[in-house]
């Protein structure tokens, strides 16, 4: 397992590298990755980047101005990737082959030969601007907005039980390097669209609660997202909210993709762990977020499937707990 300044003086000796991050990105993936890209260009590296999904329109600021190259890879990393498996068809693009990951997930499972995973860090965009420090590269304004996207929707603009004080003081230190907090605050957490209102609805009105009410669930098929237009982001910032419910501990969505496949996504409070339950079902993430996939079920039975792992954890913790 590598440090911060391991992984800079491997990056010192590399040029033209690839770096892929998780398809159906978040915030924190791509804002590692285009700080990185950005970063490495800085110093005269020749990089470019790669996600399996489309960069969804709210973080489409972050990718202006860094058109790919077409360079042939002579390194491939990843940035905010658990697992190759959520890389989609850049696996197969990178030859099956990565050098270096590039990580914050506790469920990391290895799948580079060189890798520097951090479960403290609230957000892997953190580590990418101790990794900028460190590689001495350009601090621009771009690369700050960069880096606070990443950290700031990883922790729920600073509310989430991830983010720690050197959270707080990175954060800072991209604020004071140009990130513009307050503009991308609002453009993040404050403008919602009208298929969120409806999404919202849509969550207020199919809302399932069982366990005593300390679990809430709500199912999204496909033919909601036709019915709404909301988009899959609006649709898990609408259905986050499930976690705000007074009594409620596990907030869950079951989503179905476009391709049939039936994916889990949970958010907790304390003193639940999301990774914990979601790994009886071959997933994992962080204690307050994390998800799975049910393959090889309908939408009824993934959410029987899910009731019935969340009634188990619960039913041990509170035996261990008295």
């Not at 990794?131 to 950290?151: F, H, M, P, Q």
């Amino acid at each position: 397992m590598l440090a911060c300044n391991e992984t800079a003086a491997l990056l010192r000796g590399w040029d033209d590298i690839l770096i892929i991050c998780h398809e159906n990105p978040d915030g924190d993936a791509l804002g590692s990755l285009f700080g990185l890209v950005r970063g490495l260009r800085s110093m005269g590296k020749r990089a470019d980047w790669y996600c399996a999904s489309p960069v969804p329109e709210k973080f489409a600021y972050l990718a202006q101005g860094v058109e790919n190259t077409g360079l042939t890879p002579a390194h491939v990393l990843t940035v905010d990737v658990a697992d190759q498996k959520l890389l989609g068809d850049a696996w197969e693009k990178s030859g099956g082959k990565i050098d270096l990951a590039i990580d914050h997930h506790g469920t990391h499972k290895a799948f580079a030969p060189a890798r520097w995973v951090e479960p403290e860090s609230a957000a892997t965009a953190e580590m990418i601007w101790l990794l900028l420090k460190e590689l001495g590269a350009d601090l621009s304004r771009e690369a700050a907005d960069a880096v606070y996207t990443g950290i700031a929707t990883d922790t729920g603009c600073f509310r989430f039980r991830n983010t720690t004080g050197r959270t707080l003081r990175l954060a800072a230190e991209a604020m004071e390097a140009g990130a513009r907090a307050g503009e991308l605050n609002r453009h993040l957490f404050e403008t919602k669209s009208l298929a969120y209102f409806l999404a919202e609805r849509h969550m207020l009105e199919s809302m399932e609660l069982f366990c005593g009410g300390k679990a809430a669930m709500v199912l999204l098929p496909q033919s909601f997202y036709a019915e709404t237009g909301a988009r899959e982001d609006e649709a898990d910032a609408a259905v986050g909210q499930l976690r705000q419910i007074e009594g409620v501990l596990v907030g869950i969505t079951i989503k179905e993709r476009p391709n049939g496949e039936i994916k889990a996504s949970l958010r907790t409070n304390p003193p639940v762990n999301a990774s914990a339950i979601c790994e009886r079902l071959g997933g994992g993430g962080h204690a307050g977020a994390a998800g799975c996939t049910l393959a090889g079920m309908d939408m009824a039975q993934a959410r029987e499937t899910m009731k019935a792992a969340c009634q188990a954890y619960l039913a041990e913790w509170e035996e261990a707990n008295g």
